[in-house]
């Protein structure tokens, strides 16, 4: 049980990977803000967890993480509605591309036009996770300054398939390298604000976003428990930034990015760094 509760905000916090870590903290006695499209579930599910854990505070914000103006209202109130404090913040929301991508269509007849492609999943998974990154820390910078003490965590949510090809969804996995490419250049940015930001790439979990839970049977699935250590062991070193930790099995594998390919272009990476613009 925590002492001093924190402050956190779980996009997705009503299904999965979200609900998992909104029992988590609340476990712990800390104040968590939901924000979740699920607008006819959301309240419910807020209620069951404060019920379970009546030490912690649990609210509903419904919230479309793909619109800037509904994610930048839910944070407000929620930074409100916590005292004007944020501690904590879990870009989880995200949609899989439901069993088939629409990305490419290889049987279209020789006099057919093209097909935009649905990007619901891009939207989601990536934009969302840009405009929650981009309010947290927002609402983080507003707290004071104290020499060697963090003031704020962000935790975005990839997957495996932001590390390896995913070739039946890869719109899908588009959106988890971008989260990854996302996790692993704002570091150093938000660095400077002592502020982390870090990523998580799980792989198969027993979640609603796959289409059918048939697909479970064919897998090997990773326990809830092996993510919700990954997090923790993410909060417990603040000096930690822009690592990816991929999670599998009963595993935290912390995935470093690739090594230059040679000495100029790791220079010239630092170049853009030094000067400040690219």
């Given at each position: 049980?925590?002492?001093?509760?924190?402050s956190?905000?779980?996009?997705?916090?009503?299904?999965?990977i979200?609900?998992a870590l909104?029992?988590?903290?609340?476990?712990?006695g800390?104040?968590v803000?939901?924000?979740d499209?699920n607008?006819?579930?959301?309240?419910g599910?807020a209620?069951?967890?404060?019920?379970?854990?009546?030490?912690a505070?649990v609210?509903?914000?419904?919230?479309?993480v793909?619109?800037?103006?509904?994610q930048?209202?839910?944070?407000?109130?929620a930074f409100k509605?916590?005292?004007?404090?944020l501690?904590?913040?879990?870009a989880?929301?995200?949609?899989?591309?439901?069993?088939?991508?629409t990305?490419?269509?290889?049987?279209?007849g020789?006099?057919e036009?093209?097909?935009?492609?649905?990007v619901?999943t891009v939207?989601?998974?990536?934009?969302g996770?840009?405009?929650?990154?981009n309010?947290?820390?927002?609402?983080m910078?507003?707290k004071p300054?104290?020499e060697g003490?963090?003031?704020?965590s962000?935790?975005?949510?990839?997957s495996?398939?932001?590390?390896?090809p995913?070739?039946?969804?890869?719109l899908?996995?588009?959106?988890?390298?971008g989260?990854v490419?996302?996790?692993?250049?704002?570091?150093?940015?938000?660095e400077?604000?002592h502020i982390q930001i870090?990523?998580?790439?799980?792989a198969v979990?027993?979640?609603?976003?796959?289409?059918?839970?048939?697909?479970?049977?064919?897998?090997?699935v990773?326990p809830?428990e092996?993510l919700?250590?990954a997090?923790?062991?993410f909060?417990?070193d603040?000096s930690?930034s822009?690592?990816?930790a991929?999670?599998?099995r009963?595993?935290?594998?912390?995935?470093?990015p690739h090594e230059?390919v040679?000495?100029e272009?790791?220079?010239?990476?630092?170049?853009?760094?030094r000067?400040?613009?690219?």
């Amino acid at each position: 049980m925590s002492t001093n509760p924190k402050s956190i905000i779980v996009t997705g916090g009503a299904s999965g990977i979200g609900l998992a870590l909104t029992r988590h903290f609340a476990s712990q006695g800390h104040r968590v803000a939901i924000l979740d499209l699920n607008a006819a579930a959301g309240p419910g599910v807020a209620a069951s967890v404060a019920g379970e854990f009546p030490q912690a505070s649990v609210s509903f914000h419904a919230c479309n993480v793909s619109s800037w103006d509904e994610q930048a209202v839910a944070f407000e109130k929620a930074f409100k509605a916590h005292g004007g404090r944020l501690d904590i913040v879990v870009a989880n929301a995200g949609v899989s591309e439901q069993g088939v991508t629409t990305l490419v269509k290889l049987d279209a007849g020789a006099d057919e036009g093209p097909t935009r492609p649905r990007v619901t999943t891009v939207e989601v998974n990536l934009l969302g996770a840009i405009y929650s990154v981009n309010l947290a820390v927002h609402y983080m910078n507003k707290k004071p300054k104290t020499e060697g003490k963090p003031r704020g965590s962000i935790i975005c949510t990839a997957s495996n398939a932001g590390l390896y090809p995913l070739p039946t969804a890869p719109l899908y996995a588009a959106s988890k390298f971008g989260v990854v490419g996302l996790v692993r250049s704002t570091a150093r940015v938000v660095e400077k604000a002592h502020i982390q930001i870090n990523g998580l790439a799980p792989a198969v979990l027993d979640t609603n976003i796959a289409p059918d839970k048939d697909l479970f049977r064919h897998m090997t699935v990773t326990p809830m428990e092996t993510l919700v250590r990954a997090v923790d062991q993410f909060l417990a070193d603040p000096s930690v930034s822009g690592a990816v930790a991929e999670v599998h099995r009963d595993k935290v594998t912390i995935r470093p990015p690739h090594e230059y390919v040679d000495e100029e272009s790791g220079q010239n990476i630092e170049t853009f760094w030094r000067l400040g613009y690219a």
